[in-house]
């Protein structure tokens, strides 16, 4: 599975990770480091697994404890309206 942003959504690389605007409701929405990879990971056309792979390699995680976390992201992202599953 991978995630396409909203129609409606910006996102803006920061220092720290990214900012998304729903352009909607003019919210704004962070991402920390981590986030802001599983994000672009997944818009990049990888899946969730390519993501919790490429975290859990690069800091040295379990695996599973990552995997749900990016599925977390994801659960949020697309909660919010911001991202859709394709």
């Known amino acids: 599975m991978t ?3 909203a129609h409606h959504v910006s996102v803006t690389t920061t220092e720290d990770g990214a ?4 352009e909607r409701t ?3 929405w962070q991402l920390n480091q981590t986030g802001s990879e599983v994000l672009r990971t ?4 990888g899946d969730q697994e390519d993501a919790a ?3 859990a390699e690069r800091g040295g995680a379990d695996r599973a ?3 749900s976390d ?5 659960a949020h992202l697309c909660s919010a309206g911001l991202a859709v599953r394709r």
């Open 65 to 67: 404890t990552v995997a």
């Open 19 to 22: 900012v998304l605007l729903d």
């Open 70 to 74: 990016v599925a977390d992201v994801v």
């Open 42 to 45: 997944l818009l990049d056309g």
């Open 3 to 5: 995630l396409r942003l």
């Open 26 to 28: 003019g919210r704004y």
């Open 53 to 55: 792979r490429l975290l």
